[in-house]
C-alpha cells in the first residue's frame, strides 16, 4: 500500500531532551516536506527537500533540522524541544515539485 | 503574498443535505488539492485538481484556474463528513502547499 508513515505518532517529553520523528515513504516520491499545524495558525512548511541531499528552510524552521540521506527517507530533528514547538507535525511527500502531495497521519507533540 | 481563502469558515448541515464549499486564492496556481481533516487529525486527500471537475461518490469539485477559483460540492451530506475541509495550492516553484485557513463542517443526525 503506497503511504507516508510518521513515527511516533503522539509523544510527551521534556525541555531540552533531542527527539527525532522519523518519515518514511514507499512511493519513490522525489520531493518531501515537514508541516505544523497549531490552532489559529493553520499548517505551516518547517523545512522541504526536492531530493537526496537537497533540503530546504520553509516558513518555520527555527529548532528544527531535518536530513535526506535516502530517497525514502526525511527525518525531523529537534535538537532541543521547548514548549513553544507542541504541536501536530505531518510530514509530505510527492512526486515532483507540482504533484499531488499525500501526508502521513500527523505526529502530535507535546512539550513540557 | 499569495493569499487562500475558503468560505464560508463555519457550515452546519442535517444529514442528506447538499452544500458548496468555496476557495479562492489570489495567483496562477501550479496544483490545487482539497482535504479532509478527520477528528483524528488524519488529513485525507479528496481531490487533486489544477483544472477541471472530478468526482468521486458524493463529494465533486470544480477548479477555473483562470478565474482563481476551486468548489467542492458535498451531497447528501452523511455524519461521516463532518470535520475540516481545506483547500491548498503549490504556486511557487519550491513546491510549498499554501493552505486555507479550512472549513468547519458539522453535519447533524
Known amino acids: 500500500e503506497a503511504q507516508v508513515t510518521q513515527n511516533p505518532r503522539y509523544l510527551i517529553t521534556v525541555t531540552g531532551k533531542k527527539l527525532t520523528v522519523t518519515c518514511s515513504q514507499n512511493m519513490n516520491h522525489e520531493y518531501m516536506s515537514w508541516y505544523r499545524q497549531d490552532p489559529g495558525l493553520g499548517l505551516r512548511q518547517i523545512y522541504y527537500?526536492?531530493?537526496?541531499?537537497?533540503?530546504d528552510k520553509g516558513d518555520v524552521p527555527e529548532g528544527y533540522k531535518v536530513s535526506r540521506k535516502e530517497k525514502r527517507n526525511f527525518p525531523l530533528i529537534l535538537e532541543s524541544p521547548s514548549p513553544n514547538q507542541t504541536s501536530l507535525y505531518f510530514c509530505a511527500s510527492s512526486l515532483s515539485r507540482s504533484g499531488e502531495l499525500f501526508f502521513g497521519e500527523g505526529s502530535r507533540l507535546t512539550v513540557l | 503574498g499569495i493569499q487562500v481563502e475558503q468560505s464560508p469558515p463555519d457550515l452546519i448541515l442535517q444529514e442528506g443535505a447538499n452544500s458548496t464549499l468555496r476557495c479562492n486564492f489570489s495567483?496562477?496556481?501550479?496544483?490545487l488539492q482539497w482535504f479532509h481533516q478527520n477528528p483524528w487529525g488524519q488529513l485525507i486527500n479528496l481531490f487533486y485538481?489544477?483544472?477541471g471537475t472530478k468526482q468521486n461518490g458524493r463529494l465533486s469539485a470544480t477548479t477555473v484556474a483562470t478565474e482563481r477559483y476551486s468548489l467542492l460540492y458535498i451531497s447528501s451530506s452523511q455524519t461521516t463528513d463532518s470535520g475540516v475541509y481545506f483547500c491548498?495550492?503549490?504556486?511557487?516553484?519550491?513546491?510549498?502547499?499554501?493552505f486555507g485557513a479550512g472549513t468547519q463542517v458539522v453535519v447533524t443526525p
Open positions: 527537500s526536492m531530493n537526496v541531499e537537497v533540503t
Open positions: 491548498a495550492g503549490r504556486f511557487d516553484s519550491w513546491g510549498k502547499l499554501q
Open positions: 495567483d496562477s496556481v501550479n496544483n
Open positions: 485538481i489544477p483544472s
